[in-house]
């Protein structure tokens, strides 16, 4: 199967680097593998389900403002303080900026013109984050400025757990629910006479989208692309339909994001690297050169 020929490249890319060290670093190591592989997945999935949902192929967390109205309820709990009252108050401020994000967007753009409103919120978002940056206090700025860039490396060991098992939770789910994903991505009129609800799929499945992208903001800040372009080459080896796609995009998004960790520790050994920046640099070229060979396929 095309799908175990992926399992010892990810076993490579987690465990490179990390078996000659000391036991208190090969710790740490197996912590950010860890931490990367579940982020990356969790993108992956997010970006599969946004654009199975909306039928764009654009979608994806980053882009429609998702991520960014996550950072927002994140940066809130924790510039208010409130992340001391217990582990589960970061990610809840993460999923409701990325719920309320959501609901703006689709409210504004009436499935019209989407991925603009997206684009916009995303500016708003931002422009309320860089607020929040500026009012922050000296020794959080630091950590908060890293986390907008996207950062593993401070990623918290409590958080890992319940997010490492949600997605497993998620990706269980949406491999019994792939028939139902393949008939929302052909309309609404379509999935209606296949004998479903199809308003009330796309909220369940783009509420699951979000609170994927919304653990990954609570993990590692802000990281863009992965749920974008991961997803575009799933569908170019494993075709369209998601019972063949949902668990290779899931593995590939995590390989991606360990990939990019590695990379940006190279890149820079003395000050490494935030990891969005790496996949920004790695994942805009190589979509607009998806983009565009899609684009001469379809002239």
């Not at 680097?17 to 197996?30: K, N, Q, S, T, Y």
């Not at 912590?31 to 990356?40: D, E, I, N, S, W």
């Not at 882009?63 to 994140?74: D, F, K, P, R």
Request: charged share 10%; with cysteine.
């Amino acid at each position: 199967m095309k799908i175990l020929l992926i399992i010892p490249f990810i076993l490579l890319l987690g465990f490179w680097g990390g078996w000659d060290a000391v036991p208190e670093i090969r710790e740490l190591r197996m912590l950010r593998m860890c931490t990367a592989f579940t982020v990356g997945a969790s993108l992956a999935l997010s970006g599969t389900l946004f654009q199975a949902v909306l039928r764009n192929p654009l979608a994806e967390p980053f882009i429609l403002g998702v991520s960014g109205g996550a950072s927002v309820g994140a940066a809130l709990v924790f510039i208010a303080g409130l992340h001391t009252a217990g582990f589960l108050m970061v990610p809840a401020g993460a999923f409701t900026g990325a719920v309320l994000m959501l609901i703006c967007v689709l409210a504004i753009s009436r499935n019209r013109n989407l991925l603009l409103s997206g684009v916009i919120a995303g500016t708003i978002a931002n422009s309320l984050l860089m607020y929040l940056v500026s009012i922050a206090q000296t020794d959080e700025l630091a950590g908060l400025t890293w986390w907008t860039l996207g950062d593993l490396q401070s990623a918290d060991t409590v958080l890992l757990l319940p997010a490492g098992i949600f997605l497993a939770a998620a990706t269980l789910f949406l491999a019994f629910s792939a028939r139902i994903l393949d008939a929302l991505s052909l309309g609404d009129d379509q999935a209606f006479y296949l004998g479903l609800s199809p308003r009330k799929l796309a909220v369940l499945f783009t509420a699951l989208g979000a609170l994927l992208a919304a653990n990954t903001v609570a993990l590692a800040g802000i990281i863009g692309f992965c749920g974008l372009v991961v997803p575009h080459i799933i569908r170019r080896i494993y075709g369209s339909s998601h019972r063949k796609m949902l668990l290779p995009a899931t593995l590939w998004g995590g390989a991606f994001l360990m990939l990019c960790d590695i990379l940006s520790r190279l890149a820079s050994p003395a000050q490494e690297l935030p990891i969005g920046v790496v996949t920004s640099f790695i994942g805009g070229p190589l979509f607009l050169i998806l983009l565009n060979y899609r684009s001469r396929n379809h002239a």
